[in-house]
């Protein structure tokens, strides 16, 4: 298994609701991310787990909420989201620890907050 | 603060044409990757390289990294429609990675 899933592929919420991104990968990966990217722009990181651990966190307001129930899988909490945070969110990994090195990424879920 | 910056932004060209792409930077990387990324999807490694002066080829790409591991450069030889694409640069820093400006290129049949 050489891929990153990610589900939903699409995903439509209110300010008001709470929803989640879930990104699963089965490389033995040791470090997976989160990205948030706007149309033709780069992606741009927003958190970082090494070992099962957060270890970076890009100034990301409170309103995403990573987390990491296993070396597997890694999960995005929404809540009380701005029309502004309408993005594509990709997940990626990467087979060591915090060093970047060869990221592989999801297909993305493509999230618009009305 | 490390920058990337891919030229061109753009770029449209026939079927068979070849063409250059480059990523600049004033700053030191120990790595560096390309990508290409399909409109709704997510990036797709292309390849890494990592020693100054090393090239690499993948069929019709041809990835060069520079001396000082500060720049980068991808040519494609007779584009294909399927080369269509966003191309992005990314380079590895001290615990840091720096994506580029990217590069949109369209390959018209």
């Known amino acids: 298994d050489t891929e990153v899933t990610q589900t939903p592929k699409h995903l439509v919420m209110g300010m008001t609701n709470k929803k989640s991104l879930k990104c699963e990968q089965h490389m033995g990966h040791r470090a997976m991310y989160w990205y948030k990217q706007k149309a033709k722009k780069p992606p741009e990181l927003m958190f970082v787990y090494s070992y099962e651990k957060l270890s970076i966190n890009e100034s990301v307001p409170s309103r995403f909420s990573p987390e990491c129930p296993n070396s597997s899988l890694l999960n995005l909490h929404l809540h009380a989201l701005q029309p502004e945070d309408s993005a594509l969110y990709l997940c990626?990994?990467?087979?060591?620890?915090?060093?970047?090195?060869?990221?592989?990424f999801g297909p993305g879920t493509r999230l618009t907050v009305t | 603060t490390q920058l990337l910056e891919q030229s061109p932004q753009f770029l449209s060209i026939q079927e068979g044409e070849n063409l250059t792409v480059y990523c600049n930077s004033s700053?030191?990387?120990?790595?560096l990757q390309w990508y290409r990324q399909e409109p709704g999807e997510g990036p797709v490694l292309l390849v890494t390289?990592?020693?100054?002066?090393e090239v690499k080829k993948l069929k019709r790409l041809t990835f060069q990294f520079g001396d000082a591991r500060k720049d980068s450069s991808l040519h494609i030889t007779a584009a294909q429609p399927g080369d269509t694409g966003l191309y992005l640069c990314a380079g590895r820093g001290y615990q840091k990675v720096t994506f580029g400006t990217g590069t949109k290129l369209q390959v018209i049949p």
């Open positions: 990626a990994s990467s087979p060591r620890g915090t060093d970047y090195y060869e990221q592989y």
């Open positions: 700053s030191v990387f120990s790595s």
């Open positions: 390289v990592v020693t100054g002066g």
